[in-house]
């Protein structure tokens, strides 16, 4: 394994996509998914990662996670257009950063054009 440094929402969207992958029972998901949530906790701690976890931002972060991965599949077979995929991408994108500046006072490092 290797690690990386990424901001905090960066962490909790990757987080947040293997969540999705785990409830659509993806195989080696619930593996994936608890290593990373372990390693995050491991860096954060266990109160703030379960503040996080449970809360609304993370809720909608996973929940507009799961409307981008339902996007992509319909992309796949051409039943969404590219533009609709890109405006939940970007929604995707705040709904990360509303929750870095909720529970984190760093830089975002990710921009979008």
């Known amino acids: 394994m290797i690690t990386i440094q990424v901001d905090e929402g960066y962490a909790y969207d990757f987080l947040a996509i293997l969540d999705v992958k785990r409830q ?16 995050i906790e491991s860096q954060i701690g266990k109160e703030i990662h379960n503040a996080i976890c449970n809360s609304d931002e993370y809720l909608k972060l996973v929940t507009v996670n799961k409307e981008t991965f339902d996007a992509v599949e319909k ?7 590219a533009k609709e995929v890109d405006e ?11 929750l870095q500046k909720k529970f984190f006072s760093s830089e975002v490092l990710e921009q979008k054009t």
């Open 24 to 39: 659509k029972k993806i195989p080696n998901s619930e593996k994936n998914f608890k290593i990373s949530y372990d390693h």
């Open 75 to 81: 992309a796949r077979y051409g039943s969404i257009s």
């Open 88 to 98: 939940l991408n970007m929604k995707r994108y705040y709904s990360k950063v509303a």
